[in-house]
């Protein structure tokens, strides 16, 4: 039988704020453990939280980015559960009146564009990190909780089971990515835990509109293993069907090694929280002007930047859709261009030679060790015509290293273009006479046979001569 | 009966020093304490060393705040830095505070000093003080009788002279009805008058810091020196400061004191409806106007409190598990762990309430027990709200009757339960409440309860103030014997 996924996803941000969501300390990733804490977020006896504004003023951010409704009145609630790395056994989240109602995010996967609808947003705090002494916890004497994390503040991106397949969810998550980063609202690093993705996945046949029974993937902690994931899940559970057999309504772990999922946990029911209402905080209410004052502080969001590039840049959409997927990218990029380089150039180089040089180095943009006035500078010095596209490809990744602009690298390494048509005439006239028979194909019609002649130049001046003078002064020393 | 105003009038005019009167207190509280028990720790040399440092001030010509260098207590859910904070909880019987509440910071701005931390029912839960896993409080005016709870050690500290005034905690009554029991003044103020912050919480939206003193007068001193506004607590209210001192005015002319009549029914014991109805008669010649009024919802304050109490109980106990703090019992797993520290950790009344807590906010009975209990509290507030309208201040009794004897309600919680049905109520709602010796019963305090409008101490103070000033014949000398200066 056909089968079509049914996915939802239940996306945790967490947000950079300074400071943790209900006391002062640090949100810092990556401190000494438990160095980042205080009675409030231990949760020690008598203490009570006090929101950050900050997180409030975030959330309304987000919701307003993503289309939903700021609810001007909503409240915190406890999520009563016992586990270690919760000092208090509750969470303080949001149940029946969250921050954000509804809202949307429009995708686009291989041309066809999809808008997915959300659920809700709501506030809430983060746990702690559990630190197993052998790694795991069957391998483990005891375990150690750091407290750093608990308390930074979480927003929980809760979508509608829209999503039909691995790609559009993966589409879904780094356009959320993109939105959140340009709001500068999260890092969302899915590696340190700052995005965290739970799928939920079900299928049915064709044509069907009852949905089958839902499995969850936990623990997905790459954009390649969300789809995988799901798609390893559909896959799955389509054969069980075919097989006659019924879907198990488990929690099931990715297993990026293996390329599988993994049963973690049967669930029988919903697990009662016990949620009620935080008596140790006063409900959360938003005016209209208040909203309407981060509305204004919006920035350009990504959909638009993309049309912008296409607009007033001339790029095309593709490259403007990379571009603009990241807001660091797309901020180097018009930075790149600001310094008077073409802007389909600069977007060329920026996705073609210094991606790949980022990728191997494995950093983030922000690393780089050439910025975008260096980049600019490289790209000047072809459009001057003082080095070919060739040798910029040498040059890139020695200002990398050293650190050096374009133009010193070029200088230092005696790169500079020969365009001087007398020295480059003589070497012409001895290629001519070496190869006599290339210049006979040539005058025999292999118009072809010139691309030899041109390449031995090349070699005797290490890639350094312009290539278009070599061309004009053979085809002018060949008539 | 020593008092606030008259010791800091002996301070300020060199009659005796705050370290003379801390050792006398001290001396006092050697000899009653062994009867009494009130306390769960001592604390005499930080006492000392802070009656010292309030010497050095008188001395150096400075200014002193009312309360400086009197001796206080103060309930032992009230974290104070490097202290122990146990709730009366063999839970928390090793544990001690890494920061102040709020309130002790403020204290310690006024110059505070303290003999030590009372005893009470654990964690706040228990209405005489029966349920401290540590000792038992006797009631001063008769040893065989509870002080009342769950705040019975400050109450029993103040009431036997021991110190002059004690802070408790109020969530359902614990403050009021342990003063009537001792025959002291208790104030349970305004939610949100005092900050929380640093009080350990049994039920975070009825609990309350409150009061212990020996008049009116004192009452208000100790409220100015912790009332306000606290950036810690967001349930704290935002206000102006004010002096509490400036209400104490012997005048009721022309006031309206409302008589719910549903807090008089039959199980009101027939000497303390007496001791009421002349305190009404007192008032009427006062020139004050009685009007009856009616409060149909209060029947259903006990269950609405004993569902919403113990379901915020369920969760703010939550956090003791062994893992971070306090008591843990080593067991083979985590889960093996929880259980077995929270079954040695927490007593039987501790324990039952949990469990309650945890059964009414199960899904499936949420709407039928806390959902309606929440409903409940809001007709129970606006009954309140109606019958304020028409008065200024309310008069009711504290307690159904006086203290009972040791033991006799031990084995009946839902008898204990019942006894707290004129104090509940105003937590459910928010309100401010007082207790006043309004006569005696076989040697034991009558109380009266007056209760306010939200924020309206001020009317309170002065109502009680007029009835202590008009009524000396209710005065008595402490049980305990008087501290010799």
Not at chain 1, 52 to 70: F, S
Not at chain 1, 292 to 312: K, N, S, T, Y
Not at chain 1, 390 to 410: Q, R, T
Not at chain 2, 239 to 257: F, H, P, R, S
Request: net charge negative.
């Amino acid at each position: 039988m056909k089968y079509e996924s049914v996915i939802g996803l239940e996306v945790h941000v967490e947000l950079k704020t300074k400071t943790k969501i209900f006391c002062g300390c640090s949100t810092e990733f990556g401190a000494e453990p438990n160095t980042h804490v205080c009675p409030v977020c231990l949760g020690l006896p008598g203490v009570l939280p006090v929101l950050n504004k900050e997180v409030l003023h975030y959330a309304v951010k987000a919701g307003l980015a993503l289309h939903c409704d700021i609810l001007p009145f909503s409240k915190f609630d406890r999520k009563n559960y016992y586990y270690p790395d919760l000092p208090k056994n509750f969470q303080t989240s949001q149940f029946d009146l969250p921050i954000c109602k509804g809202g949307y995010i429009d995708i686009d996967v291989d041309g066809k564009q999809r808008r997915i609808h959300l659920t809700r947003i709501h506030m809430e705090e983060d746990a702690g990190k559990l630190v197993h002494s052998g790694g795991s916890i069957a391998n483990s004497d005891s375990t150690s909780v750091d407290y750093n994390r608990t308390g930074v503040p979480l927003l929980e991106i809760v979508g509608e089971p829209e999503l039909r397949s691995g790609a559009e969810a993966r589409a879904y998550l780094e356009k959320l990515r993109s939105i959140m980063q340009y709001l500068g609202v999260s890092d969302c690093r899915l590696e340190e835990g700052s995005m965290r993705c739970d799928a939920n996945i079900s299928v049915r046949p064709v044509g069907s509109d009852k949905l089958g029974t839902k499995t969850e993937i936990k623990n997905i902690n790459s954009f390649s293993a969300v789809q995988k994931g799901i798609e390893y899940e559909a896959v799955r559970q389509a054969q069980i069907l075919d097989e006659g057999g019924t879907i198990q309504q488990a929690t099931r772990g990715w297993d990026e090694a293996k390329g599988i999922t993994i049963l973690q946990r049967v669930k029988e029911g919903d697990s009662d929280y016990r949620y009620f209402p935080e008596p140790d905080l006063i409900p959360i209410e938003v005016s209209p002007e208040y909203i309407e004052q981060v509305r204004q502080e919006l920035p350009e969001m990504p959909d638009a930047r993309c049309q912008r590039f296409q607009d007033e840049l001339g790029l095309s959409e593709y490259d403007a859709n990379l571009l603009t997927l990241e807001k660091q990218t797309a901020d180097y990029f018009e930075a790149v261009v600001k310094e008077g380089v073409d802007a389909k150039e600069a977007a060329n180089w920026m996705l073609g030679e210094f991606a790949k040089k980022l990728n191997e180095e494995n950093i983030d943009i922000s690393a780089s060790p050439v910025k975008p006035a260096d980049l600019a500078g490289l790209l000047k010095l072809i459009a001057k015509g003082t080095i070919s596209g060739k040798i910029a490809k040498k040059v890139l990744p020695e200002m990398w290293k050293s650190g050096k602009a374009a133009d010193v690298v070029v200088k230092e390494q005696g790169l500079v273009q020969i365009t001087d048509t007398g020295a480059l005439e003589d070497m012409v006239k001895k290629v001519i006479a070496a190869n006599p028979q290339s210049v006979a194909d040539y005058k025999a019609g292999k118009k072809k046979a010139i691309g030899f002649l041109v390449g031995q130049i090349m070699k005797e001046t290490k890639g350094r001569a312009n290539p278009g003078v070599v061309n004009q002064l053979l085809t002018k020393n060949l008539q | 009966m020593l008092t606030i105003h008259e010791l800091h009038e002996k301070l300020v005019n060199g009659d005796v020093s705050a370290v003379e009167l801390t050792k006398a207190f001290l001396a006092h509280k050697d000899t009653v304490e062994p009867k009494v028990q009130a306390f769960l720790s001592d604390n005499r040399d930080y006492a000392l060393e802070a009656a010292a440092a309030v010497d050095a001030k008188i001395a150096a010509g400075e200014a002193i705040s009312d309360l400086a260098g009197i001796p206080g207590a103060i309930k032992d859910n009230i974290c104070i830095k490097g202290q122990k904070a146990t709730c009366a909880s063999k839970m928390l019987e090793n544990f001690k505070s890494p920061y102040n509440a709020t309130v002790i910071e403020k204290l310690m701005a006024a110059d505070y000093v303290s003999l030590g931390k009372t005893n009470m029912d654990e964690f706040a839960m228990g209405s005489s003080t029966e349920n401290s896993a540590f000792q038992l409080t006797h009631n001063p005016w008769n040893l065989d009788c509870v002080p009342g709870g769950s705040s019975g050690g400050s109450a029993a500290a103040v009431a036997s002279g021991e110190t002059v005034w004690a802070l408790g905690s109020d969530t359902g009554g614990s403050v009021r009805q342990p003063a009537s029991y001792c025959g002291v003044v208790g104030l349970k103020p305004t939610y949100g008058l005092i900050s929380r912050y640093g009080l350990i919480a049994f039920a975070s939206s009825l609990d309350q810091i409150g009061t212990f003193t020996n008049d009116v007068a004192d009452c208000a001193i100790v409220l100015n020196a912790i009332a306000g506004h606290d950036a810690k607590d967001s349930t704290s209210i935002p206000q102006a400061e004010k002096d509490y001192k400036q209400a104490l005015v012997n005048d009721v002319k022309g006031m309206k004191i409302g008589v719910p009549e549903e807090f008089f029914g039959e199980g009101l014991d027939a000497d303390c409806r007496k001791a009421l109805e002349d305190a009404i008669e007192t008032y009427k010649k006062l020139g004050a106007e009685i009007v009856p009024v009616s409060m149909p919802h209060m029947k259903y304050g006990i269950a609405a409190y004993y569902i919403i109490a113990p379901a915020e109980a369920s969760s703010n106990l939550a956090r003791y598990d062994g893992v971070g703090f306090g008591m843990r019992v080593d067991g083979k797993d985590i889960v093996d762990m929880y259980i077995k520290t929270r079954t040695k950790g927490f007593g039987d009344e501790v324990k039952r309430r949990i469990l309650l807590g945890t059964y009414v906010l199960s899904s499936g009975y949420y709407d039928a027990y806390y959902l309606r209990a929440m409903k409940v509290r809001t007709l129970i507030k606006q009954d309140y709200d109606e019958a304020l309208k028409k008065c200024d201040v309310l008069l009711t009794p504290t307690a159904p009757d006086t203290a009972f004897k040791i033991g006799q309600n031990s084995d009946n919680p839902l008898a204990m339960y019942l006894g707290d049905v004129c104090t509940v109520t105003l937590n459910l709602a928010g309100l401010p409440g007082l207790s006043i010796p309004c006569g005696y019963k076989n040697g034991l305090p009558i109380g009266m309860q007056l209760i306010g409008k939200a924020l309206d101490e001020a009317t309170l103070l002065r109502v009680a103030y007029t009835f202590e000033q008009n009524r000396t014949d209710l005065r008595k000398p402490s049980p305990m014997g008087e501290v010799e200066l």
